[in-house]
């Protein structure tokens, strides 16, 4: 089978830890583990989130003043590539019986998507409430509750077009295992003669990896995250995972606008191409593939025909 797997970037980075390259290389190991079976049987396209890394080297940029600020997208570039090499150099590790590739990736979004009037893409480390009052002041920055704490929030506009799809396609005829879209894809909007400008945003991954996975015509869609799936009664001692739920049962169960919300909005996009989608936790990726963990997401039959008829 083709399947594209979604890294979550808090599972690159889990809350509380130190946000330090150690940090990181422990926890793609933790991915890659969970990786390599799946790479064994399947060819296997690979992206990730970038959040808590974006974020970090946000608050580096501004610590030094001599330039301007980077804006968002060169920040997002920079994550792809650091978070795909430390990606691609564990998979290479492992020796794998095919070659790995990392593709930075750009995705076109529309410079006047409403989502540039409403941030809502959570990006860094969490925040106690004083210290996010004092940033929210001092930076301008759009700050929102996120568990017990506290984080920045950007415009996460909508994935419209992956700009290196064709090289994506050529690399997987090839053989190779692609790591690609980090992050999302870095944002970029196409003017009139086709020239490509950085925006200042950061694409939802989960959404892009749903484009990816449409536009390669993919079996299956992984959404792997730090918890076991879509939950009824989240954060309660009530919390229980659903194993199937309806793209229509969605909207009852008010998720998590920056982290569940659009997971299970890609899932659904996906299922709608009657392909295999499943939200589960990045240990269980192996049995997310047969319904032995995880939350798989599917559409009623009549939207099915519906969004494959012409």
Same mark, same amino acid.
């Given at each position: 089978?083709r399947?594209?797997?979604?890294?979550?970037?808090?599972?690159?980075i889990r809350?509380?830890?130190?946000?330090?390259?150690?940090?990181?290389?422990?926890?793609?190991a933790?991915?890659?583990?969970?990786?390599?079976?799946? +790479?064994?049987?399947?060819?296997?396209?690979?992206?990730h989130?970038n959040?808590p890394?974006v974020?970090?080297?946000?608050?580096q940029?501004?610590?030094?003043?001599?330039v301007?600020?980077?804006?968002l997208?060169?920040?997002?570039?920079e994550?792809?590539?650091?978070?795909?090499?430390?990606l691609e150099?564990?998979?290479v590790?492992?020796?794998?019986?095919?070659?790995?590739?990392?593709?930075?990736?750009?995705?076109?979004?529309?410079?006047?998507?409403?989502?540039? +009037?409403?941030?809502?893409?959570p990006v860094?480390p969490v925040?106690?409430?004083?210290e996010?009052?004092?940033?929210?002041?001092?930076?301008?920055?759009?700050?929102?509750?996120d568990?017990r704490?506290?984080r920045?929030?950007v415009?996460?506009?909508?994935?419209?077009? *992956?700009?290196e799809l064709?090289? *994506?396609?050529?690399?997987?005829?090839?053989g190779?295992?692609?790591?690609?879209?980090?992050? !999302?894809?870095v944002?970029?909007v196409?003017? /009139?003669?086709g020239r490509l400008? /950085?925006?200042?945003?950061?694409?939802?991954?989960?959404?892009? +990896?749903?484009?990816?996975?449409r536009?390669?015509?993919?079996? +299956?869609?992984l959404?792997?995250?730090?918890?076991?799936? *879509?939950?009824?009664d989240?954060?309660?001692d009530?919390?229980r995972?659903?194993p199937?739920l309806?793209s229509?049962?969605?909207d009852?169960?008010?998720?998590?606008a !920056?982290?569940?919300?659009?997971?299970a909005a890609?899932?659904?996009?996906?299922?709608?191409?009657?392909?295999?989608?499943? *939200?589960?936790?990045?240990?269980?990726?192996?049995?997310?593939?047969?319904?032995r963990?995880?939350?798989?997401?599917s559409?009623?039959a009549v939207?099915?025909?519906?969004?494959?008829s012409?």
């Open positions: 089978m399947v594209v797997v979604a890294l979550g970037g808090n599972a690159l809350r509380g830890e130190p946000a330090t390259v150690a940090t990181q290389r422990a926890n793609v933790r991915a890659v583990d969970a990786l390599v079976p799946l +790479a064994a049987e399947h060819e296997l396209v690979v992206t989130g959040g890394q974020g970090l080297l946000a608050l940029a501004e610590a030094y003043h001599d301007p600020a980077y804006p997208d060169v920040l997002g570039a994550s792809e590539g650091m978070v795909g090499y430390l150099q564990e998979l590790g492992r020796r794998l019986r095919r070659p790995t590739a990392t593709l930075l990736t750009q995705v076109v979004v529309d410079g006047e998507d409403p989502a540039f +009037a409403t941030p809502s893409k860094g925040y106690e409430r004083a996010a009052d004092r940033l929210r002041v001092e930076r301008g920055w759009d700050i929102v509750p568990g704490g506290w920045r929030v415009p996460s506009p909508e994935p419209l077009e *992956i700009v064709p090289a *994506i396609r050529i690399l997987l005829d090839g190779a295992l692609v790591v690609c879209v980090g992050g !999302g894809g944002p970029v196409r003017d /009139g003669a400008t /950085g925006v200042e945003a950061v694409v939802d991954k989960d959404l892009s +990896a749903a484009l990816l996975a536009q390669l015509q993919a079996d +299956a869609l959404l792997l995250t730090d918890v076991p799936g *879509i939950q009824r989240f954060g309660t009530r919390a995972t659903v199937e309806r229509d049962e969605l009852r169960l008010a998720l998590a !920056g982290s569940m919300a659009p997971k890609a899932a659904a996009r996906f299922a709608a191409t009657e392909g295999l989608a499943v *939200i589960g936790a990045l240990e269980d990726a192996g049995a997310l593939l047969d319904g963990a995880g939350t798989r997401v559409v009623p939207a099915q025909r519906s969004s494959s012409p």
